[in-house]
T-cell receptor
Framework: NAGVMQNPRHLVRRRGQEARLRCSPMKGHSHVYWYRQLPEEGLKFMVYLQKENIIDESGMPKERFSAEFPKEGPSILRIQQVVRGDSAAYFC???????????FGSGTQLSVL | DAKTTQPNSMESNEEEPVHLPCNHS???????IHWYRQLPSQGPEYVIHGLTSNVNNRMASLAIAEDRKSSTLILHRATLRDAAVYYCILRDGVQGAQKLVFGQGTRLTINP
């Protein structure tokens, strides 16, 4: 059973471009979480999704950020019009249920030039 | 989410036991104590969790105080690969809390 897969591993964007980060949860997991980690800082929760539904987006910036987890395919974290402050490691995690442990991917390192 | 307090950093020697403390004085009756760790340049990984009784698994042991206001993660014989940031997190076992809230954690350094 493959782990949580995130791609790309590294993503470079210029200011104003769009960034799309993909996360394929582990097989059988219907719960997906996105976290952001700024350099030398802790992990900050962004959003929690179940298939086709956003359950908790309390950590998402109000503008430019969106997330989806369609019925088929990976979860996508989308950042429009990126700015330098968006440079960070973005981690995705999945779990089979809300009380189960989370399995994390290796992250996508976003660099905004 | 109930808050936990951990030392910012700790240091130990290879092949010695390591005791990582965590205080959680505001823990509620349905909160589980979870430990995750994050190795350099990797995503966090689950280590262990418990409710009231001490727990053991292949990675570590978790000792929980009788009043549940503190706990200790025990690495019985540290290796260089155990150098990581260790996070102690409370998670409601009924609601599931739906998300893990990470604090600053304890940065563990292992000396050869």
């Amino acid at each position: 059973n493959a782990g949580v897969m995130q791609n790309p591993r590294h993503l470079v964007r210029r200011r104003g471009q769009e960034a799309r980060l993909r996360c394929s949860p582990m097989k059988g997991h219907s719960h997906v979480y996105w976290y952001r980690q700024l350099p030398e800082e802790g992990l900050k929760f962004m959003v929690y999704l179940q298939k086709e539904n956003i359950i908790d987006e309390s950590g998402m910036p109000k503008e430019r950020f969106s997330a989806e987890f369609p019925k088929e395919g990976p979860s996508i974290l989308r950042i429009q019009q990126v700015v330098r402050g968006d440079s960070a490691a973005y981690f995705c995690a999945s779990s089979p249920g809300i009380t189960e442990k989370l399995f994390f991917g290796s992250g996508t390192q976003l660099s905004v030039l | 989410d109930a808050k936990t307090t951990q030392p910012n950093s700790m240091e130990s020697n290879e092949e010695e036991p390591v005791h990582l403390p965590c205080n959680h004085s505001t823990i509620s009756g349905t909160d589980y104590i979870h430990w995750y760790r994050q190795l350099p340049s990797q995503g966090p990984e689950y280590v262990i969790h418990g409710l009231t009784s001490n727990v053991n698994n292949r990675m570590a042991s978790l000792a929980i105080a009788e009043d549940r206001k503190s706990s200790t993660l025990i690495l019985h014989r540290a290796t260089l690969r155990d150098a990581a940031v260790y996070y102690c997190i409370l998670r409601d076992g009924v609601q599931g809390a739906q998300k893990l809230v990470f604090g600053q954690g304890t940065r563990l350094t292992i000396n050869p």
